[in-house]
């Protein structure tokens, strides 16, 4: 059962954006001091990237772990009521990141993925610095991996 009446949730979910969420401002700062420069939610790029390093040839999509369904994580959890509706919902979320993701990775850029568990919780600065240093590396080093999730 909902604890919140029809207008309640909708007033709620009307709240939730897709662009400078809180994740998204807290890594993009910490990127930012760490020297790398962006562009950020580049509307001419497929997918509208979060962060697109152009000298790296790569983007970084910084994922909520509800709405992009991150299995075995705590923060993804399937709503109860309207159950149908959050299946078919998250998983078209998950086939058009898969679709976009492989789209990079066919014309040659480097995919990052950062989920929200990532830089969320207990100990959030330490979070957020060991994930700032796991992109710092993964973008300087030449043969690394072209997919990566952090």
């Not at 662009?19 to 420069?37: C, M, N, Q, Y």
């Not at 075995?72 to 058009?96: A, G, H, V």
């Not at 989920?115 to 690394?144: D, F, N, R």
């Amino acid at each position: 059962m909902d604890i919140f009446t029809p207008q309640q949730r909708s007033r709620n979910m009307s709240l939730i954006h897709s662009k400078d969420t809180k994740p998204e401002l807290v890594l993009r700062s910490a990127i930012h001091r760490a020297g790398f420069r962006f562009r950020k939610n580049d509307r001419r790029y497929i997918g509208t990237p979060d962060l697109i390093l152009p000298r790296y040839n790569a983007v970084i999509f910084i994922h909520g772990c509800f709405w992009h369904g991150h299995e075995n994580c705590r923060l993804f959890r399937l709503p109860k009521t309207n159950t149908e509706y959050w299946t078919k919902k998250i998983s078209r979320n998950k086939e058009r990141d898969r679709q976009i993701v492989q789209t990079y990775l066919d014309n040659s850029f480097r995919v990052g993925i950062v989920w929200e568990c990532s830089l969320t919780g207990k100990k959030t600065k330490e979070k957020i610095a060991y994930t700032t240093g796991q992109i710092s590396l993964w973008l300087e080093e030449e043969l690394s991996e072209n997919y990566r999730e952090f």
